[in-house]
């Protein structure tokens, strides 16, 4: 439910105070339930050199030890090779030395992932070339229109030549469909290692990946627990900062890393810098009205009420995505 605050809307709303005792009650709070509710003895994170995931190891880390924490690099084909290398320096950062990598290329390729994909690519963009061309799927319209997101396929040629269509439905749930076999295989490749070790899997996903719905069901949503779920991304950065993560991850854009062009999370879903969503969505969870949001943010007032909407279109959504099962 939707709070109501009569705090000053401020674009220091959202700043930390006492970070020290904020991240010593997460790791508190992980340690007990990781323990005492699910009784395992220690974490399994899947680390890939992004924000979220960093953060989540070093809150492991310290919560556990480093010794009782396993991280686990999850690449194949189209991952950036700049993941495995970050992940690798965040591990020797926090003293993670129970440090895999299991390339799941080969298990992808047998659900059929990438021929999938390509399938409908090519009947979108015919003269595209999976074995040399690039492809992302992006979202071009502002986020302050009144409409419902429309997604686009972008193919990349050698050349540097780029040529987009807008994605027909049936193209776009294929797509979407195919590449979620990546989020799903990294999930059960990190429960082996959970079952076998008796640990627990340790969720990565942020405020607006879980409320937003920009997580794979039984994918990078399925996990023991999320200790970073409560919190926006702004906030995530505040956290890492405090912790020591590597500045090189702190100054990465955030990427999907799931297409094979680089592929930016607000081109692909937010439609808008972080900086400038976590403070509307805030304003929005909160029921400040648009006028004092549009103040504060310099955007006019029907732009504000728009993000609104798209707020709300997107958490109404995406609500099966969090629903559990039926009975």
């Keep these: 439910m939707r709070s109501i605050t009569t ?18 009650e997460i790791i508190e709070k992980l340690r007990t339930n990781v323990a005492k509710k699910l009784q395992r003895k220690g974490a399994i994170i899947g680390i890939s ?22 991280a686990i690099m999850l690449p194949e084909q189209d991952s ?32 059929g992932c990438y021929q999938r994909r390509d399938e409908a690519i090519a009947r979108v963009i015919l003269d595209f070339n999976p074995h040399i061309d690039k492809a992302k799927i992006e979202i071009k319209q ?4 009144n409409l419902p997101p429309i997604f686009s396929i972008t193919v990349i040629k050698p050349n540097g030549e780029k040529v ?6 049936k193209e776009y749930l294929q797509i979407v469909a195919s590449t979620n076999f990546k989020q799903r295989s990294r999930m059960s490749m990190l429960y082996y290692h959970a079952e076998r070790l008796h640990y627990a899997v340790i969720g990565t996903p942020n405020k607006h990946e879980v409320e937003q719905g920009f997580f794979v069901k039984h994918g990078d949503g399925a996990a023991d627990v999320m200790p970073i779920g409560h919190l926006y991304k702004t906030q995530v950065y505040q956290i890492a900062k405090y912790l020591g993560v590597p500045q090189e991850i702190i100054d990465r854009t955030p990427t999907t890393d799931t297409y094979t062009a680089e592929q930016t999370q607000e081109d692909f879903f937010y439609q808008m810098p972080f900086e400038q969503m976590d403070l509307i969505w805030y304003g929005w969870e909160n029921n400040y009205p648009a ?12 732009d504000i009420e ?11 959504t995406t609500e099966y995505l969090r629903m559990r099962p039926i009975f």
């Design 80 to 111: 950036s090779k700049d993941s495995q290398v970050l992940a690798e320096k965040l591990a020797a950062k926090f003293g993670v030395t129970n440090t895999l990598v299991e390339d799941i290329t080969k298990i992808l390729d047998g659900f």
């Design 142 to 145: 502002d986020v302050a229109s």
């Design 306 to 316: 728009n993000i609104y909407k798209n707020f709300k279109r997107k958490r109404k």
């Design 291 to 302: 006028n004092d949001v549009a103040k504060v943010m310099d955007r006019s007032t029907q």
């Design 7 to 24: 705090k000053p809307f401020s674009k220091d709303i959202l700043h930390i105070e006492n970070i020290d005792i904020v991240c010593n």
């Design 49 to 70: 050199g992004g924000i979220d995931s960093s953060v989540c190891m070093a809150l492991s880390a310290k919560a556990f030890g480093s010794k009782k924490v396993t």
């Design 164 to 169: 987009s269509k807008i994605l027909p439905v």
